[in-house]
């Protein structure tokens, strides 16, 4: 910390860190709804945040370049010039930076012709002469010649901008064993690749500390360097001309003409209102508070946006409710507060009133009919809060719309998590909330009848953006699977104890005897987790090819090494690639074991909002992540038992489901053959593209046909298409080519949709499910690229999981219209796992087969395999 009794005059390098903090924060989880990129802004503003907590500056200044251009290009044309054009999604960042900046009255430098760190050198230099502590914050290394008893520097580590080195002079010696003021004179001997000033060649740090220790300066250096002997001493005669400019140009200016004085910066009150607006432009929702925290601002002037009057609950007895329940016309909010997996309060609210009451046997009685009419019910995230109301015997039917997942169908790659998040997106408005880390919160949050009031407000203004076919996908596909993934997490799946903790001692004792050959093959045991220990044996000890550079060294990830194995096999490799592979299957195994419950079943939660392309994801734990078709997840999966009072399992899975689709969506007339003549589709392909017939087609020729096909879904391309099954590019490219040549309404409806989501800026699946790409209209080549392979395969994708989940609903709804016991589990990937009672199989295969089969109308038959047995292996196909 500086020096309490002196001012501190706190300037920042604007450009320098916005950009760092762009490249640090993806871009994609930064963006509002109208598609302007904000990582760069958000992630400068949290760290000035923080330093302005951390050092409470009484003064404070930010600068910017102007341009690429300043008096330094004109002296040396190259400077600088080897820096990319800026990328797209960093434009427009900049002035939105000044915008939040002028509204927390912060001072914005900038000068044309003169750089933002000869601001910053002004500043400091007359700041320490008029008696300021200073603190210089930039990512510029030049700025390290600053530093002095009362110059301190904030550098950013390589992680970005979240944590900033403090370099007083003893730290600037520490590190690079010269004064602050002699670092330039380092820095123009070894030259500066990010300015493109080219240093000495074979000269490095330690080569030119040495030598300004021994001369003294870096001028009694050039004078007496014909005295250096050997190839170094030669490189500096040659390029004496280059040190010279490039300390002429890291000189930086202390003596820049102003419009301010230090004494001007004094931090000054923010605008608290312009504030406000500009966040909630930029829908930095959870970074207002902290900046109103940070400058110490009134509680009310924290508020994003304005409070609205929100009705003050009612807390009516079990006959006054039932009367007012019985008055309420329309649509009614609905908030449930669960604790311990069971409801506690519940809240209701029209458009004008608010009730709330504690749930006892007295409210059940009279809530609980309600709950099961045909009155219209609006939640907020309800499926959590529909388990908790069936645990106590209540069934919520009339679920007409949960404000979550409409928010999420409308923005599916950002969606508003909260309700607070969705009140301030769609109202404008911020939600009250109790600070959780306050003992005495300073605010009260919204009580369950008032959320209930927020939750039906925003629910009219989503109804009024949601188009019409995204509106039937959420009430005739998601609202019905919410109940029906509520019921399968309620009921769970039983899963043996000891059949996984058996696994698990096997796959412990098979790790550490790989770990042993693993040991034996370098001589030495190794932390076989550890990166910088494998690096240290891979590329070291080894000698084997450096792999792609990352911050900490050259990276030891699975892929990567994958491809070091195949480019250059070595045992020690081998076993550590199946060291990996038992550690991570026993961590899966392991979590599996550690979440079977009491009831001996695992009760996992399913994420309805959790993709872009709607498939459903799980957690607590992860079903999604056991492996397939292996010998490991047999033995995973046949731990998953028939539970108690059943009789068998039935699994019911789709065959080439995205591929039937495709021939749909193309209309590709080979494609619609193979699957409705009922031909081995990988086959038929086979046979097309190689000019044999289906009976020559060898299991080579099937791999590459196969691996072509499920590609194409995902944008495949012939680099990849090569990687994968291993051959030349040439010879992926022509296989393309030939596929292609033969199913020539496959490559059209590829390149078809891709132009008409660049039209729309979005694609759609069969049902209506849409998915925005605004990048696809973006000038930067890598995320346009990106954007549509991912178009290529959201229809197709989305279309899977969109017929996946009318499957799992209408089964889930016939079981139970006939009275059977019955019961689905899980549903896995394209697969469904159904719990089946004694007497019900005839009865129980008909239904799903029958509405797996019918969930969609496609050109081509969706194909259901059965299975059947006492474990998920046994019935697996």
């Given at each position: 910390?500086?020096?309490?009794?002196?001012?501190?005059?706190?300037?920042?390098?604007?450009?320098?860190?916005?950009?760092?903090?762009?490249?640090?924060?993806?871009?994609?989880?930064?963006?509002?709804?109208?598609?302007?990129?904000?990582?760069?802004?958000?992630?400068?503003?949290?760290?000035?945040?923080?330093?302005?907590?951390?050092?409470?500056?009484?003064?404070?200044?930010?600068?910017?370049?102007?341009?690429?251009?300043?008096?330094?290009?004109?002296?040396?044309?190259?400077?600088?010039?080897?820096?990319?054009?800026?990328?797209?999604?960093?434009?427009?960042?900049?002035?939105?930076?000044?915008?939040?900046?002028?509204?927390?009255?912060?001072?914005?430098?900038?000068?044309?012709?003169?750089?933002?760190?000869?601001?910053?050198?002004?500043?400091?230099?007359?700041?320490?002469?008029?008696?300021?502590?200073?603190?210089?914050?930039?990512?510029?290394?030049?700025?390290?010649?600053?530093?002095?008893?009362?110059?301190?520097?904030?550098?950013?580590?390589?992680?970005?901008?979240?944590?900033?080195?403090?370099?007083?002079?003893?730290?600037?010696?520490?590190?690079?064993?010269?004064?602050?003021?002699?670092?330039?004179?380092?820095?123009?001997?070894?030259?500066?690749?990010?300015?493109?000033?080219?240093?000495?060649?074979?000269?490095?740090?330690?080569?030119?500390?040495?030598?300004?220790?021994?001369?003294?300066?870096?001028?009694?250096?050039?004078?007496?360097?014909?005295?250096?002997?050997?190839?170094?001493?030669?490189?500096?005669?040659?390029?004496?001309?280059?040190?010279?400019?490039?300390?002429?140009?890291?000189?930086?200016?202390?003596?820049?003409?102003?419009?301010?004085?230090?004494?001007?910066?004094?931090?000054?009150?923010?605008?608290?209102?312009?504030?406000?607006?500009?966040?909630?432009?930029?829908?930095?929702?959870?970074?207002?508070?902290?900046?109103?925290?940070?400058?110490?601002?009134?509680?009310?002037?924290?508020?994003?946006?304005?409070?609205?009057?929100?009705?003050?609950?009612?807390?009516?007895?079990?006959?006054?409710?039932?009367?007012?329940?019985?008055?309420?016309?329309?649509?009614?909010?609905?908030?449930?507060?669960?604790?311990?997996?069971?409801?506690?309060?519940?809240g209701l609210a029209t458009a004008d009133e608010a009730v709330e009451v504690t749930w006892d046997e007295q409210i059940a009685e009279?809530?609980?009919?309600?709950?099961?009419?045909?009155?219209?019910?609006?939640?907020?995230?309800?499926?959590?809060?529909?388990?908790?109301?069936?645990?106590?015997?209540?069934?919520?039917?009339?679920?007409?719309?949960?404000?979550?997942?409409?928010?999420?169908?409308?923005?599916?790659?950002?969606?508003?998590?909260?309700?607070?998040?969705?009140?301030?997106?769609?109202?404008?408005?911020?939600?009250?909330?109790?600070?959780?880390?306050?003992?005495?919160?300073?605010?009260?949050?919204?009580?369950?009848?008032?959320?209930?009031?927020?939750?039906?407000?925003?629910?009219?203004?989503?109804?009024?953006?949601?188009?019409?076919?995204?509106?039937?996908?959420?009430?005739?596909?998601?609202?019905?699977?919410?109940?029906?993934?509520?019921?399968?997490?309620?009921?769970?799946?039983?899963?043996?104890?000891?059949?996984?903790?058996?696994?698990?001692?096997?796959?412990?004792?098979?790790?550490?005897?790989?770990?042993?050959?693993?040991?034996?093959?370098?001589?030495?045991?190794?932390?076989?987790?550890?990166?910088?220990?494998?690096?240290?044996?891979?590329?070291?000890?080894?000698?084997?090819?450096?792999?792609?550079?990352?911050?900490?060294?050259?990276?030891?990830?699975?892929?990567?090494?994958?491809?070091?194995?195949?480019?250059?096999?070595?045992?020690?490799?081998?076993?550590?690639?199946?060291?990996?592979?038992?550690?991570?299957?026993?961590?899966?195994?392991?979590?599996?074991?550690?979440?079977?419950?009491?009831?001996?079943?695992?009760?996992?939660?399913?994420?309805?909002?959790?993709?872009?392309?709607?498939?459903?994801?799980?957690?607590?734990?992860?079903?999604?992540?056991?492996?397939?078709?292996?010998?490991?997840?047999?033995?995973?999966?046949?731990?998953?038992?028939?539970?108690?009072?059943?009789?068998?399992?039935?699994?019911?899975?789709?065959?080439?489901?995205?591929?039937?689709?495709?021939?749909?969506?193309?209309?590709?007339?080979?494609?619609?053959?193979?699957?409705?003549?009922?031909?081995?589709?990988?086959?038929?392909?086979?046979?097309?593209?190689?000019?044999?017939?289906?009976?020559?087609?060898?299991?080579?020729?099937?791999?590459?046909?196969?691996?072509?096909?499920?590609?194409?879904?995902?944008?495949?391309?012939?680099?990849?298409?090569?990687?994968?099954?291993?051959?030349?590019?040439?010879?992926?490219?022509?296989?393309?080519?030939?596929?292609?040549?033969?199913?020539?309404?496959?490559?059209?409806?590829?390149?078809?949709?891709?132009?008409?989501?660049?039209?729309?800026?979005?694609?759609?699946?069969?049902?209506?499910?849409?998915?925005?790409?605004?990048?696809?209209?973006?000038?930067?080549?890598?995320?346009?690229?990106?954007?549509?392979?991912?178009?290529?395969?959201?229809?197709?994708?989305?279309?899977?999981?969109?017929?996946?989940?009318?499957?799992?609903?209408?089964?889930?709804?016939?079981?139970?219209?006939?009275?059977?016991?019955?019961?689905?589990?899980?549903?896995?990937?394209?697969?469904?796992?159904?719990?089946?009672?004694?007497?019900?199989?005839?009865?129980?295969?008909?239904?799903?087969?029958?509405?797996?089969?019918?969930?969609?109308?496609?050109?081509?038959?969706?194909?259901?395999?059965?299975?059947?047995?006492?474990?998920?292996?046994?019935?697996?196909?």
């Amino acid at each position: 910390m500086t020096d309490s009794a002196k001012p501190t005059l706190l300037v920042v390098d604007g450009h320098s860190l916005a950009y760092r903090a762009f490249y640090a924060l993806p871009v994609d989880n930064f963006s509002t709804r109208d598609g302007q990129h904000t990582n760069g802004v958000y992630g400068f503003l949290a760290m000035l945040v923080n330093l302005i907590k951390a050092e409470k500056p009484s003064h404070i200044a930010v600068a910017f370049d102007t341009s690429r251009q300043s008096f330094r290009t004109r002296e040396y044309t190259e400077y600088k010039a080897n820096r990319s054009e800026t990328p797209p999604e960093f434009k427009g960042q900049i002035p939105l930076l000044k915008e939040c900046l002028a509204a927390m009255s912060i001072t914005v430098l900038e000068k044309e012709d003169i750089e933002a760190d000869d601001i910053l050198a002004t500043l400091a230099t007359a700041g320490a002469a008029e008696g300021y502590d200073v603190l210089v914050c930039s990512g510029d290394r030049d700025t390290i010649q600053l530093v002095d008893d009362d110059v301190t520097l904030l550098y950013p580590n390589v992680q970005g901008v979240s944590q900033l080195k403090r370099y007083d002079r003893e730290a600037v010696i520490e590190r690079y064993k010269v004064p602050p003021e002699q670092y330039p004179d380092v820095a123009a001997l070894v030259g500066e690749t990010s300015d493109n000033l080219p240093g000495v060649p074979k000269v490095g740090e330690k080569t030119a500390v040495k030598w300004l220790t021994q001369f003294g300066t870096l001028d009694d250096l050039l004078a007496q360097a014909d005295t250096i002997k050997g190839v170094v001493g030669n490189n500096l005669r040659e390029h004496i001309e280059d040190v010279r400019r490039n300390r002429s140009l890291n000189r930086l200016l202390r003596d820049v003409e102003l419009p301010v004085v230090p004494a001007d910066l004094a931090v000054r009150p923010i605008d608290a209102q312009a504030v406000r607006d500009i966040f909630a432009r930029l829908e930095f929702r959870t970074l207002l508070p902290r900046v109103f925290d940070a400058v110490g601002a009134d509680a009310d002037d924290a508020a994003s946006a304005p409070v609205a009057e929100a009705p003050s609950p009612l807390e009516p007895n079990a006959s006054a409710l039932s009367a007012w329940l019985d008055a309420a016309a329309g649509d009614i909010g609905v908030t449930v507060v669960v604790q311990g997996g069971l409801p506690s309060r519940i809240g209701l609210a029209t458009a004008d009133e608010a009730v709330e009451v504690t749930w006892d046997e007295q409210i059940a009685e009279v809530v609980g009919p309600w709950l099961a009419s045909s009155a219209p019910k609006i939640f907020c995230d309800a499926k959590a809060q529909v388990k908790a109301l069936r645990r106590v015997g209540a069934v919520v039917d009339a679920l007409v719309f949960d404000v979550l997942i409409a928010g999420w169908l409308l923005r599916p790659s950002l969606p508003d998590k909260t309700l607070g998040d969705l009140v301030e997106s769609y109202l404008d408005e911020r939600l009250p909330e109790s600070d959780p880390r306050q003992l005495v919160p300073e605010e009260e949050g919204a009580t369950p009848g008032q959320l209930s009031w927020y939750v039906l407000r925003v629910a009219d203004s989503l109804r009024g953006k949601l188009p019409p076919r995204v509106d039937a996908v959420l009430t005739d596909i998601e609202l019905p699977t919410l109940i029906t993934l509520a019921d399968m997490e309620l009921a769970g799946v039983a899963v043996s104890h000891a059949k996984l903790s058996a696994f698990s001692t096997d796959l412990a004792a098979r790790a550490e005897g790989i770990a042993a050959e693993a040991y034996a093959t370098i001589g030495h045991e190794v932390n076989l987790g550890s990166p910088k220990q494998l690096q240290q044996v891979l590329f070291e000890e080894l000698e084997l090819p450096k792999t792609r550079k990352t911050k900490t060294g050259y990276s030891t990830d699975a892929a990567v090494l994958a491809d070091l194995q195949e480019s250059h096999p070595h045992p020690f490799l081998s076993l550590l690639l199946q060291h990996r592979e038992v550690t991570k299957l026993r961590q899966i195994v392991e979590s599996l074991d550690a979440a079977i419950g009491d009831d001996e079943r695992i009760h996992t939660t399913y994420v309805q909002t959790g993709s872009q392309t709607g498939r459903l994801s799980s957690t607590d734990p992860n079903l999604q992540n056991i492996p397939i078709r292996t010998e490991e997840s047999r033995l995973i999966r046949a731990a998953f038992e028939v539970g108690a009072g059943y009789e068998t399992l039935l699994t019911a899975d789709y065959s080439q489901i995205e591929m039937r689709i495709m021939a749909h969506l193309s209309g590709d007339e080979g494609l619609i053959e193979a699957f409705n003549t009922g031909e081995d589709l990988h086959r038929f392909v086979g046979a097309r593209v190689f000019g044999v017939q289906p009976e020559e087609v060898t299991p080579a020729m099937r791999t590459k046909v196969k691996a072509m096909s499920y590609g194409l879904v995902y944008g495949l391309s012939a680099f990849g298409l090569s990687k994968q099954l291993r051959i030349e590019q040439s010879e992926a490219k022509a296989l393309m080519l030939e596929y292609f040549a033969r199913f020539g309404a496959v490559r059209d409806y590829l390149r078809s949709s891709v132009e008409q989501a660049r039209i729309d800026g979005y694609t759609e699946t069969i049902f209506g499910r849409r998915r925005p790409f605004p990048d696809l209209s973006s000038p930067n080549r890598v995320l346009r690229e990106n954007a549509e392979r991912a178009a290529l395969n959201a229809p197709i994708q989305g279309s899977a999981a969109d017929i996946m989940k009318i499957a799992l609903l209408n089964i889930h709804a016939e079981l139970g219209d006939a009275g059977l016991a019955s019961r689905v589990l899980l549903q896995i990937h394209d697969e469904l796992v159904v719990e089946v009672a004694p007497g019900e199989w005839d009865a129980v295969e008909r239904i799903v087969t029958a509405r797996m089969g019918d969930a969609a109308v496609l050109t081509v038959p969706l194909d259901v395999q059965i299975g059947r047995g006492t474990d998920w292996n046994q019935a697996g196909h």
